[in-house]
């Protein structure tokens, strides 16, 4: 199943359940939210529908959202899954449907849509939370039992695991995560998720957005029960395309063949070499969609995270041996794989290229300065 049948597959099913499919909003927030630097989930364009500040243009929405974390940045290349920018697919209720709907379109499009083995999917619920005041979902669980999944595929995790929220501040709520178990050949009989091994593989996280969470840490209930999925593009392509890593799928294969075409290397050869060109795959495809959404590199905020995934790549380019310049490559291959779905990108293509090539110019006099 190619990228796109991913996308069309997840966004069709729930267009045909009553959603109105809102195409990406920009990586740059609202000025109306400073709580965050950058959209690092499908439902932070949403918040006003969640707070009941703004009335939405449906109740039912879907979307694919693009995001960037930074979070985990230091891990990218180190594994084969993080990564800064990524495609968050999502549906969203606001006061419509609540955890019972959520839970069986999770069930129903995982097995029919996606074709997944029911016997292969385990569920995490919140198990409670002290400091919240909260007890375990147990509503969560109840649906989740109806829907036929055996109590010991009902896992129950705590706050850091199971606990949405968007920010510091913000709406907020307990999660219930889908899992696919890939076997006892991806890891060890007594691995459970949440463990972080590669035997369980989380691919959908279900929000049920009750509370709003303030500054001091308390909580007050939304206006209404909210819902908010989360599921990884990219993720979810690794698996349909049953792949050890996101690198080797559709989305990222472009590319890391670029970077072998350019260095005369193999992904896969050499750890360092493989390392390279997956922080050069990341790294440009967050630089390119940045610029298209206004973003400039500098040393503040936005432009300064900006400037470091641009100076990384540029680094990790000197690692393969790459003769420079090369960004702009990268740079002009994201622009063609992602300009289909993605048009903005093709309409700001010269700024993109204009940024990445002044950076690269800039960076490459400091680097022989340095050496
Ligand atoms: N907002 C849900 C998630 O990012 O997992």
């Known amino acids: 199943m190619r990228s796109e049948e991913i996308r069309e597959t997840f966004l069709r099913y729930f267009e045909e359940r009553d959603h109105v ?4 909003a920009s990586l740059v927030p609202s000025v109306h939210d400073p709580s965050v630097l950058l959209t690092t989930a499908g439902m932070q364009p949403l918040k006003p529908y969640f707070l009941g500040e703004e009335e939405p243009p449906s109740p039912r929405l879907t979307t694919c959202q693009r995001c960037f974390r930074t979070t985990d940045i230091e891990e990218v290349g180190n594994t084969a899954r993080h990564l ?3 495609e968050m697919l999502g549906n969203f209720s606001f006061g419509d449907y609540f955890k ?4 069986r379109f999770g069930w129903e499009l995982s097995t029919e849509g996606f074709g997944f083995d029911p016997d292969q999917i385990w569920v995490t619920v919140f198990e409670g939370d002290d400091e919240l005041g909260l007890g375990p979902d147990t509503e969560a669980i109840e649906i989740w039992r109806e829907i036929g999944v055996p109590e010991e595929r009902i896992v129950r995790l705590p706050r ?7 920010g510091p501040t913000g709406p907020a709520g307990p999660c219930s995560e889908m899992y696919l178990d890939r076997g006892e050949r991806f890891g060890r009989s007594e691995d459970l998720p949440g463990d972080d091994t590669e035997r369980f ?21 939304l206006p209404s029960r909210n819902i908010d999925t989360g599921l990884g593009l990219e993720r979810m392509a690794a698996i349909k395309q049953d792949v050890p890593s996101v690198y080797e799928t559709d989305l990222f294969r472009p590319l890391v063949e670029l970077a072998e075409e350019l260095s005369g290397r193999s992904y896969g050869d050499d750890g360092k070499g493989t390392r390279a060109m997956r922080i050069i795959a990341d790294h440009t495809r967050g630089t390119a969609n940045l610029i298209a959404d206004g973003v400039v590199p500098s040393n503040e905020d936005r432009g300064y995270i900006l400037r470091r995934i641009m100076r990384r790549a540029i680094q990790q380019g000197r690692v393969l041996g790459l003769e420079p310049p090369y960004l702009g490559r990268f740079a002009e291959r994201v622009i063609e794989d992602m300009g289909g779905v993605y048009p903005h990108l093709v309409e700001h293509r010269d700024t993109i290229l204009r940024w990445v090539s002044d950076e690269e110019e800039s960076f490459g006099r400091t680097l022989a300065r340095g050496t």
């Open 21 to 24: 499919r809102r195409p990406s």
């Open 84 to 86: 800064t920018f990524f």
């Open 100 to 103: 019972h709907d959520a839970i």
């Open 160 to 166: 850091a695991e199971n606990w949405w929220q968007a």
């Open 201 to 221: 593989l989380e691919y959908w996280n279900h929000v049920f957005m009750t509370y709003e969470l303030h500054e001091d840490g308390s909580l007050t209930d």
